[in-house]
């Protein structure tokens, strides 16, 4: 597989992250961890049937413990501590502060061996953060002291990303296949979490249940595979600064939905964050067949 294949691979990992808004707000009420613990159970299952004819696939989870704390500790930190913002702070600021990941990848990529930061992708990540305080200026509406535990865990959930992503590059040897196991296991802790936590509410129509297992497929299951791929084989800077079109598609997707308004500043954030991500991909977008 070509770095261009897998950088290609990783980037419908971003459009199916930027289904979760609108798919999560078809599942209706269902609680945050319970809402994680049956979809990651589903991404794990879509990993587990691509098993199906190979015999030397299950072979993928025997992984020294460093990499069960890396996959685990990247896919259920990071959403826990994502529920726990938006538990405590306000949904715009607390997504804002989460969306520093896509730069933190860029910047954090330059510590991998072979790899050279330009200044293109600065540039491109920095124009993506731009457009993506843009994107969320018009709906920030302030916090109260109480929300302060709720902003550092949406910025320790970014840094936490981040790290889980480039990692995966260090880790390139493990087989895309664990992530089925990094899934199954997330469900799990998830499900712990769901039972101290949360009170039990199920999808109440076919509609929601639908959202739930789409999630499962996609945003929840496939994406995590192709971002893995992306990660280990493909051009890491690329996919960091491409990421910034994730709130910005899933704006859209809202607005398409009924959920969301149009507005000018959602015009000028795809400007800034189709600019910045162009950018960032010169080298794969000018480099010669």
């Known amino acids: 597989m070509t770095p261009r294949t897998a950088t290609l691979i990783g980037l419908t990992a971003i459009l199916m992250w930027s289904l979760l808004s609108v798919m999560t707000v078809a599942t209706g009420k269902i609680p945050a961890f319970q809402l994680a613990a049956m979809t ?3 991404g794990g299952l879509v990993g587990l049937l691509t098993w199906i004819g190979r015999a030397d696939a299950a072979k993928s989870l025997r992984q020294p413990l460093v990499v069960w704390v890396v996959g685990v500790g990247g896919l259920f930190g990071y959403h826990a501590l994502y529920f726990l913002a938006l538990r405590f702070a306000p949904p715009a600021e607390a997504g804002l502060l989460n969306y520093m990941w896509p730069l933190l990848i860029v910047l954090f990529s330059s510590f991998l061996p072979g790899e050279r930061l330009a ?7 920095v124009l993506g953060l731009v457009g993506t305080v843009l994107l969320f200026a018009g709906n920030t509406s302030g916090f109260a002291p109480g929300a302060v535990p709720g902003l550092i865990a949406a910025f320790i959930a970014a840094f936490v990303w981040a790290t889980y992503s480039v990692l995966s590059r260090r880790l390139k040897a493990v087989p895309t296949d664990a992530v089925a196991g990094f899934c199954l296991a997330t469900s799990a802790l998830a499900a712990v979490m769901h039972g101290l936590l949360e009170t039990t509410v199920w999808p109440e129509t076919i509609l929601q249940w ?69 950018i960032a991909a010169k080298d794969m977008v000018l480099r010669k067949q």
Request: aromatic share 8%.
């Open 40 to 42: 990651f159970a589903i």
């Open 210 to 278: 639908l959202a739930v297992i789409g999630l499962g497929i996609g945003p929840v299951g496939a994406a995590f595979y192709a971002w893995d791929v992306g990660m280990k084989r493909g051009d890491i800077r690329v996919l960091g600064a491409a990421s910034y079109a994730t709130p910005l598609l899933s704006t859209g997707f809202l607005i398409a939905a009924g959920f969301a308004k149009a507005s000018a500043n959602i015009a000028v954030a795809a400007i800034l964050i189709a600019g910045g991500g162009l």
């Open 119 to 125: 200044m293109h992708h600065i540039v491109g990540a």
